[in-house]
């Protein structure tokens, strides 16, 4: 199971860090990926974390303003978003998954955490 957290309405340029900690499995094995959805836009990979892969963002939108990083002790991922514009609201999900950083290889979903840029 993963459970999201830290999300919220924030004012533009502020930050929010958003958690995700797993229970019954060990995260730290996984390649954690970040995902997004608008309202009435497809899904987006945000970026992803892993064993192999210190992190990176996958959308040119968020390079240089979201970090990627996990607490192999607390069992927990977590997007630091900072700068955060108008086009980043949305509701935010983590995954989990052994093999690569996409949707369709995900074996474990959060139920998302929503995020506001308003001010």
């Known amino acids: 199971q993963l459970v999201e957290s830290g999300g919220g309405l924030v004012q533009p340029g502020g930050s929010l860090r958003l958690s995700c900690t797993a229970s019954?499995?060990?995260?730290?094995?996984?390649?954690i990926g970040w995902f997004r959805q608008a309202p009435g836009k497809e899904r987006e990979e945000v970026g992803c974390?892993?064993?192999?892969?210190?992190?990176?963002g996958r959308i040119q939108s968020v390079k240089g303003r979201f970090t990627f990083s996990q607490d192999y002790a607390e069992n927990t991922a977590y997007l630091q978003m900072n700068s955060l514009e108008p086009e980043d609201p949305a509701v935010y999900y983590c995954?989990?998954?052994?093999?690569?950083?996409?949707?369709?290889?995900?074996?474990?979903w959060g139920k998302g955490t929503l995020v506001n840029v308003s001010s």
């Open positions: 019954g499995f060990t995260l730290g094995y996984y390649v």
């Open positions: 995954a989990a998954g052994v093999t690569e950083c996409s949707a369709r290889a995900m074996d474990y």
């Open positions: 974390i892993g064993p192999n892969d210190g992190g990176r």
